[in-house]
C-alpha cells in the first residue's frame, strides 16, 4: 500500500491553463505538505495543513490554493499557469505538526508548462 | 531566518569508498535534523534523523551525528554501492515545528 500517493504522476498543459493536483495519505497523519523542487533540485515548502486548518502559507502567488476536504488528503489548484510553474510539486505528510516529526513523501508530480 | 548549507555536488566515488557530505545549519534553539535520499525519478524518503545534541542517526550503513558546538550534521558511510547514487537533502525542522528548511541537495555518483 502506498502511504503517501499523489495524481497526476506527470501533469503537460498549456500557459494559461487551470490544473489540480491530488495528494492522499493512508497513515493516518494528521498533517500535510505540498513544497516545491525546483529545476536545479531545490526543495521549498509551500503550504501546510493540519487537521484541515491552514498552518503555513509561503509566499506563494495567489494563484496557487490549497485544498483540505478532509486529514487525509490535500490537493493543490494552480490558476493560469505561467512557464515558471514547471517543476516537481511533492505532498508530504506527518503524524503532528511538531517539531522532529517525520515527514513522508509522495512520489511527485512533475509539471511542465509550454 | 533557519538554513541549511551543505556541500556542493556531484560527489563522484568509486564502490567501496568512504562517503562524507558536509552539513552545516543555522537556527535558534535545537532544531532536529534529517537526512533524506532521492533516487532518480522518485520522492524523497527519510534515511535518517536526530532531535538532540550528540544524538547519532543511522540507517542502511550510513551515520550522522548531531553537533551542536559546531552546527554540523555530516553524513558518512564507511563503503560506498552503486545502489547508493542517488541526491541526498540534509533539513531541520526547528522548534516551531513547522516545515522542513532544506539544503540544496548533494548529487552521489558511485560507479563500479
Known amino acids: 500500500d502506498t502511504a503517501v500517493s499523489q495524481t497526476p504522476k506527470y501533469l503537460v498543459t498549456q500557459m494559461g491553463n487551470d490544473k489540480s493536483i491530488k495528494c492522499e495519505q493512508n497513515?493516518?497523519?494528521?498533517?500535510m505538505y505540498w513544497y516545491k523542487q525546483d529545476s536545479k533540485k531545490f526543495l521549498k515548502i509551500m503550504f501546510s495543513?493540519?487537521?484541515?486548518?491552514?498552518?503555513i502559507n509561503e509566499t506563494v502567488p495567489n494563484r496557487f490554493s490549497p485544498k483540505s476536504p478532509d486529514k487525509a488528503h490535500l490537493n493543490l489548484h494552480i490558476n493560469s499557469l505561467e512557464l515558471g510553474d514547471s517543476a516537481v510539486y511533492f505532498c508530504?505528510?506527518?503524524?503532528?505538526?511538531?517539531?522532529?516529526?517525520?515527514?513522508?513523501f509522495g512520489p511527485g508530480t512533475r509539471l511542465l508548462v509550454l | 531566518g533557519d538554513s541549511v548549507t551543505q556541500m556542493e555536488g556531484p560527489v563522484t566515488l568509486s564502490e567501496e569508498a568512504f562517503l562524507t557530505i558536509n552539513c552545516t545549519y543555522t537556527?535558534?534553539?535545537?532544531?532536529?535534523l534529517f537526512w533524506y535520499v532521492q533516487y532518480p525519478g522518485e520522492g524523497l524518503q527519510l534515511l535518517l534523523k536526530?532531535?538532540?545534541?550528540?544524538d547519532k542517526g543511522s540507517n542502511k550503513g550510513f551515520e550522522a551525528t548531531y553537533r551542536k558546538e559546531t552546527t554540523s550534521f555530516h553524513l558518512e558511510k564507511g563503503s560506498v554501492q552503486v545502489s547508493d547514487s542517488a541526491v541526498y537533502f540534509c533539513?531541520?525542522?526547528?522548534?516551531?515545528?513547522?516545515?522542513?528548511?532544506f539544503g540544496k541537495g548533494t548529487t552521489l555518483s558511485v560507479s563500479s
Open positions: 536526530a532531535t538532540k545534541a550528540d
Open positions: 533539513a531541520l525542522n526547528d522548534q516551531a515545528g513547522t516545515a522542513l528548511i
Open positions: 508530504a505528510s506527518s503524524q503532528a505538526a511538531g517539531w522532529g516529526e517525520t515527514q513522508y
Open positions: 497513515l493516518g497523519h494528521d498533517t
Open positions: 495543513y493540519n487537521n484541515k486548518e491552514l498552518i
Open positions: 537556527a535558534t534553539g535545537y532544531p532536529s
